[in-house]
């Protein structure tokens, strides 16, 4: 599915192999597991019973071993840029040049961009095109006040762009903290220069096709098209300095 969209649009890609989430990980995954396992995703949501969310491990794992691989990958370019999209986004029709225009009136220090994500976000944080991404993530409690209760802020890894230099960060600090929903566990890491389109932007890109799902979906397979990101960064870069229409079309018709 998100093959053929991929090719239609003409966006080169690479696939990276989701992991399925099972009590084996105890033997293959143990060093990432050392670091713990958040209480809800054991038996009665008690530390002291056995792990019964594997499909979130799974989903942890999968996009954790992508970072890391992405990092190795870059291991000299920090500003190195790369799309990263699941299997359960349906792309619009026309989202690459709708991209292209959302990214021109982004700040120009981004470092992740959420592209097509699901949950709220915070009214103060907003513009009109796009969004500032913190913590809390959620689900928030009475601790929360006025945000309180169980709301998730920014989740959802549907489509998204980031730096190198921002999984780098992601990276180091998700080794302080214990392994739960990796959607919400980015927000949390609190890396600098995070942005989200606004909701119904974002929506004009694609659309998550399993939303009750959430990050659950173990079986999520990762494209990746670092080329196309790549390009789109250094066309960016041309169009920050000309607000000529005829300079900004010519440019998109070459990435």
Known sequence: FMERQLESSGVPFERWPALRGSPSMLETHASYLERGVERHLHVNRSNTTPINGWGTVGTYLSHHTLFEHLVERYEHDDNASVLILQDDTELRAGWLQQLRTELI??????????????????????????????????????????????????????????????????????????????????VTCN???QFALQPRVSRLIGMHLYREMGSE??????????????RLSAELRVLRGSRDDGAIKQAAGRV
Do not use: M, Y
């Open 105 to 186: 009136g982004l700040p120009a220090d981004w470092e992740r961009v959420l592209l097509v994500w699901w949950g709220l976000a915070r009214e103060s944080d907003c513009g009109p095109r796009w969004c500032v991404v913190r913590p809390p993530a959620g689900p928030t409690d009475h601790n929360n006040g006025a945000e309180c209760c169980n709301k998730r802020f920014f989740h959802g890894l549907q489509a998204w762009l980031v730096r190198v230099r921002n999984l780098r960060c992601v990276l180091r600090r998700l080794r302080r903290r214990k392994i739960k929903n990796i959607d919400a566990l980015i």
């Open 217 to 230: 979906r173990a079986e999520a397979i990762l494209p990746l098209a670092q080329d196309f990101a790549r």
């Open 191 to 193: 890396c600098p220069h």
